[in-house]
C-alpha cells in the first residue's frame, strides 16, 4: 500500500509479499596431462528482497490488518575436479554458497490505523547454503592441490511500525501482534 493511502473497508485488509529464489552452481572437471594446472570456482547466490509495506502517511481503517512477508532462499555450490599428470599437477577446487535475503513486514512513519480486530505484521525467512568442493588427483611425479568450500547466511528479517515524534503513527486495534521469524 503506498504513501498517504486511504483505506476504509468493512472487513479485513491484507497486503503480502512472498519470494522463493533458488541458486545453483555446478562444476565438474577432468585434466589429463603431462604437466597440469586446474582451478574449478563455482559461486551460487540467492539474495531475495521481500517487502510487505503500508506507505508513510497512510490512513487504513478496517476490520483488520494483516501486513505479511515471506522469504525462502536456498544457495547450493558443487564442485568436483580430477586431475591425471605424468610429472606433476596443481589443481584447485573452490565452491561459494552466498544467502542474504532482506525479508520485511512494515508500517510507514505517520500512518493512522484503526481497526476493529487485530493488527498483525509478520516477517518470516527461511534459508540454507550449501558449499561442496572435491578433488582427485593422481600423478607420477607431484600433486598439489586446496579445496575450499565456504558459505555464508546472513539474512535481514524485520517487522515493525515506524513513527517518530515529530510524524507519529497511530494505532487502534483490538490486538496488535509483531513477529519477525528466522528459522
Do not use: C, Y
Request: glycine fraction near 16%.
Amino acid at each position: 500500500i503506498g504513501a498517504g493511502a486511504v483505506f476504509n473497508v468493512a472487513s479485513g485488509v491484507s497486503v503480502r509479499a512472498d519470494g522463493v529464489n533458488q541458486a545453483k552452481a555446478k562444476g565438474r572437471s577432468i585434466s589429463v596431462s603431462l604437466v597440469g594446472m586446474g582451478l574449478l570456482n563455482a559461486t551460487a547466490t540467492a539474495s531475495g528482497n521481500d517487502k510487505a509495506t503500508v506507505g508513510g502517511g497512510a490512513n487504513i481503517k478496517a476490520g483488520s490488518l494483516l501486513v505479511q512477508a515471506n522469504g525462502i532462499d536456498h544457495a547450493d555450490a558443487d564442485n568436483d575436479s580430477t586431475d591425471i599428470s605424468g610429472l606433476g599437477n596443481i589443481g584447485f577446487s573452490i565452491a561459494s554458497a552466498t544467502v542474504a535475503p532482506s525479508v520485511g513486514a512494515r508500517v510507514g512513519e505517520g500512518s493512522h490505523i484503526d481497526v476493529a480486530g487485530n493488527l498483525t505484521l509478520r516477517a518470516s525467512a527461511v534459508t540454507d547454503g550449501d558449499a561442496t568442493a572435491r578433488r582427485t588427483g593422481l600423478s607420477f611425479g607431484g600433486d598439489f592441490g586446496m579445496i575450499k568450500g565456504n558459505s555464508t547466511v546472513t539474512p535481514d528479517v524485520a517487522a515493525m511500525i515506524d513513527s517518530s515524534a515529530v510524524n507519529p503513527t497511530v494505532v487502534k486495534a483490538g490486538a496488535v501482534d509483531i513477529e519477525a521469524a528466522h528459522g
